[in-house]
């Protein structure tokens, strides 16, 4: 009998050691972008434990052609790519949001792979591995959705966006003063992004609103020239 009851008590200390006390949810291991771009894999994680926990999340391997950077983004804001782990805490039962780890495209097409270890550092043997796949595209051909003797400009991409989307452009004079509006679809104005005249691109924080529909106006010495939609979906 008592064999038998330390042999079970046994088996529930080993248990218990081997429990995980956090869950990784809805990752999804496969990413697609297109040359130039920033890649972001969001991460959820749940602290499974009724007391306050420490993990680090390591990368632990990459396979990265020579013009990408891997980089974490905890908050919306990407860190330097130099960053090789980075430290959450969760309270008990939290679950982390906003965070992702991404990649910067780089210049040339293929596919790589980044592993990330998750691991409590309290208890070194409590972890939990993944391996994202980055597919990174040519981007396809874009005709220009408005052109002038002043300005040729592309549309917003991608479209719908979550966090942040990009519009490239081309100012064919110095003197002309070109601008982006963000309004609503009440007309009210929420953000305005200037186009130097030094540039091609141009960066739209779509983190910034709500879900929703949203329009992008193209103003040239303040008088507005073109309007387009822009979707905002999380």
Known sequence: MKKTLLLACSLLIVSLLQAQSFEVREVAENHKGFIGDQIKAPLSIKNTTQKTLVLLIRRANSQLGSTQKAFFCPGGDCQESNTEEITIRLEPGQTLENFAVGLDA?????????????????????????????????????????????????????????????????????????????????????????????????????????????????????????????????
């Open 106 to 234: 780089g210049l040339v097409p293929g596919v790589s792979s980044v592993k990330y270890t998750i691991l409590n550092r309290s208890n070194p043997a409590d972890y939990q591995d993944i391996e994202l796949h980055f597919s990174v595209e040519e981007k396809p051909a874009k005709n220009d959705i408005y052109s002038s003797r002043f300005i040729a400009i592309h549309d917003v991409y991608p479209n719908p966006v979550s966090d942040f989307a990009h519009i490239e452009y081309r100012l064919l004079h110095d003197q002309v003063k070109a601008k982006i509006i963000i309004h609503n679809i009440l007309g009210s104005a929420l953000s305005e992004y200037p186009l130097p005249y030094q540039e091609t691109r141009v960066k739209i924080k779509a983190d910034e609103l709500t879900p929703g529909i949203y329009f992008y106006t193209l103003y040239l010495d303040n008088e507005g020239v073109m309007t387009r939609k822009l979707i905002v979906r999380r």
